[in-house]
Structure formats: structure tokens, C-alpha cells
């Protein structure tokens, strides 16, 4: 029985690990990055919000479950945002590509200013 639990839970673990694996070795577009992410997030929100839905309706009835459903959501929008904002300042200062582009205005090669 502890055997197969722990094969199970390998089983189950070893997409976290391939994923790290692949992520670590290759370079994936943003945009396609954004949308595993945003696929993934949603999947895991639905999986929570059957679960404990059911037991909320179960225990509390219809009205407390959607009043909770709807203030976790609300919760978790706000905390979404004003993490993405905190994220956001503090990575201010440009990166990479960004550098050179205001190094070279800075230094008066306007190439980059006619090709943009």
C-alpha cells in the first residue's frame, strides 16, 4: 500500500519535474507562455471552485455558497492586481534590448529611433 502511494505520487509529481526540465532547456515565447499559464490557472480555479462549492451548498445552502464563491473571487481579483503592481515596481530600471536602445539615443545613434 505505501509502495504503490508512493509510485502514484512519483507519477503524479514527474509533470513538475519535466516541466522544469523543458523549461530550463528552452526558450518559450511569451505570448505562449501567458496562455499555459492563464489555461492552467483557470483549470486549477474550476477544479477548487467544484469541490468546495459542492460542500459550501451542501452545509450552508445556495445563498452562502455563492456569497462565498463571489467574495473569494473578488478576493482574489484584488490580490491578483496588487501583485502584479508590486511585481511591476520593482523591476523599473530596463533590461537587456531596452538598455542598448536608450544607450544608443543617449549617445546619438538614431537608428533605432527610424526603425521603430
Not at 502514484?8 to 526558450?27: E, Q, Y
Not at 473578488?74 to 536602445?101: I, N
Request: proline share 2%; glycine share 12%; hydrophobic share 45%.
Amino acid at each position: 500500500m505505501i509502495i504503490e502511494s508512493l509510485i502514484f505520487g512519483l507519477i503524479a509529481s514527474s509533470a513538475l519535474v519535466i516541466g522544469a526540465l523543458v523549461g530550463g532547456r528552452f526558450t518559450i515565447p511569451k505570448r505562449v507562455l501567458a496562455g499555459m499559464l492563464a489555461f492552467a490557472a483557470g483549470a486549477l480555479i474550476t477544479a477548487l471552485t467544484f469541490e468546495l462549492f459542492e460542500e459550501s451548498y451542501h452545509r450552508g445552502g445556495i445563498w452562502r455558497a455563492a456569497l462565498g464563491l463571489l467574495a473569494g473571487a473578488v478576493v482574489f481579483t484584488v490580490l491578483s492586481q496588487r501583485l502584479d503592481r508590486l511585481a511591476e515596481g520593482t523591476h523599473r530600471q530596463p533590461r537587456g534590448s531596452e538598455t542598448r536602445r536608450r544607450r544608443r539615443r543617449r549617445d546619438g545613434d538614431g537608428t533605432l529611433d527610424r526603425v521603430r
